[in-house]
């Protein structure tokens, strides 16, 4: 028998008892919304979104022309292009190609498609041992956790924690030092580096006319990863394809400056196959497509969640992901898009209702997406599928009720009489269920004594 999983509210609860959470992810979210402010000062940002969601939206509508001429480009250059339906293909192919080439030993770039597939267990089953070589993403590995952020996984943790962690997993002292921490995490990475039969990374975007593959990063460990091995493994979703260069030109700088506030990154880098005659680089490079349940999205109302470019805006501005953080989503998206984009994947949950619907991810989207409409449109698929008989028949009588003035107006009348014993000092601070789900986090205001209506009837007077 399956578990039952928990709530958003209880998870959030969790997070949010542990304040420190809070206001490390608060603070973060702070540096990083003040760095993108500027950076795209001097340049029509209206204009770059909106191309920007035009050649997603193309691309989407083509999108298995699109795969097919990458997967014919790709292969004309000695790449291997697997096409998996689900997480399950995606990483038997992995798994397999990993026996076959007798590795022992894993380096793996950022990717959070392959933590969407659980590619890191699926491997750990087989004895293989798989190091994430992001700094972020190797201390969230150290500590048993998901990503936190799209963009900076470990955005919840301390520095003091950090330290704490390595210590107690390598049995050394450090200095509450960020640059000593990170000069000894790149000491222990180095050596990894150097053995690795197979190196894992993501893709930002696949380039259609070329078979191309571009990666974006600021510490060089996509680099060591998909060179110093001799197996170079690419694993992207269907959607991160683009037609050619020239829609990358616009698309790029779209994702570096609305991630972390840079025109460009330390790296960009471009993967036009294995080495071949070349003296560096893997000897074979795989790419794996997976689907897992995003050609289901495609022809929707919310198949412009597609569009994403894992950026991570959305996550940097929502008021709910800065209270709670990425973990109490449940899943490996965080924030809006992953309040979207989870139900999606895996089915419809109470993420939709996650959300203050204030539209600060959607102003913030470099592509457009209008996230807290698909908010809604999810809340409503949740209620059709959810909603029992009796919060049915309150609803219906409620738009009953207020479906005609005369109604209305006595319902209002009714109001006021009932909260009498519940309202105090200006405020409903305590209610009967179901009105006690809005008054257990927040307080509630009571009717007022007169309503609009009646002032104006009386001439306005108070």
């Not at 500027?38 to 939206?57: E, K, N, Q, S, Y």
């Not at 022809?299 to 709670?324: D, K, S, Y």
């Not at 009571?446 to 108070?462: I, N, Q, T, V, Y």
Request: aromatic share 6%; net charge neutral; proline share 5%.
């Amino acid at each position: 028998m399956t578990p039952q999983r928990s709530t958003f509210a209880e998870r959030a609860a969790q997070q949010i008892a542990t304040p420190s959470v809070g206001r490390a992810i608060a603070h973060a979210m702070d540096v990083r919304a003040g760095r993108t402010a500027h950076v795209f000062d001097g340049a029509d940002l209206p204009t770059m979104r909106a191309a920007a969601a035009a050649i997603r939206d193309h691309t989407l509508a083509s999108l298995p022309e699109y795969l097919e001429r990458f997967a014919a480009n790709a292969e004309s250059r000695g790449t291997s292009v697997f096409l998996a339906a689900d997480s399950e293909e995606a990483t038997g192919y992995i798994r397999r190609l990993v026996r076959e080439r007798g590795a022992g030993s894993i380096v793996k770039g950022k990717s959070m498609v392959t933590e969407e597939i659980d590619l890191n267990a699926a491997l750990a089953a087989d004895g293989i041992e798989v190091v994430e070589t992001d700094l972020g993403e190797y201390i969230v590995q150290l500590a048993g956790e998901r990503p936190a952020h799209i963009t900076v996984p470990a955005v919840h943790r301390s520095r003091g924690e950090i330290r704490e962690l390595f210590e107690r997993v390598h049995g050394v002292s450090l200095p509450d030092d960020a640059e000593a921490l990170t000069h000894f995490a790149r000491g222990v990475l180095r050596e990894r580096f150097l053995v690795a039969d197979v190196g894992i990374t993501g893709v930002n975007f696949a380039v259609a006319e070329t078979g191309s593959l571009v990666v974006v990063e600021n510490e060089g460990n996509v680099r060591m990863s998909a060179s110093l091995p001799r197996v170079h493994v690419a694993v992207m979703g269907i959607e991160r394809i683009v037609p050619s260069f020239r829609e990358l030109a616009v698309l790029l700088p779209l994702l570096t400056g609305s991630a972390t506030g840079q025109r460009v990154t330390g790296a960009v880098n471009v993967i036009s196959g294995p080495r071949g005659s070349e003296t560096d680089g893997p000897e074979e490079l795989h790419v794996v497509i997976v689907d897992n349940g995003r050609s289901a999205i495609l022809g929707t109302e919310l198949a412009p969640v597609l569009r994403c470019i894992r950026c991570g805006a959305c996550q940097n501005v929502c008021p709910v992901f800065r209270q709670v953080g990425g973990h109490a989503y449940g899943g490996v998206y965080g924030g809006p898009i992953g309040a979207v984009l989870t139900p999606l994947l895996e089915g419809i949950d109470d993420l939709p209702h996650a959300s203050s619907l204030c539209a600060a991810c959607t102003q913030a989207c470099p592509v457009e997406i209008p996230l807290h409409e698909q908010l809604l449109a999810l809340r409503r698929r949740y209620a059709r599928e959810r909603a029992g008989l009796g919060e049915r028949l309150a609803f219906r009588l409620w738009g009953w009720a207020w479906s005609s003035p005369r109604r209305y107006a006595w319902t209002a009348r009714l109001g006021r009489i009932a909260q009498l014993p519940l309202a105090r000092h200006g405020r409903i601070r305590r209610a009967p269920f179901p009105f006690s789900r809005w008054t257990d986090a927040r307080d509630l205001p009571p009717l007022a004594a007169r309503s609009f209506r009646e002032r104006w009837r009386s001439g306005g007077g108070s």
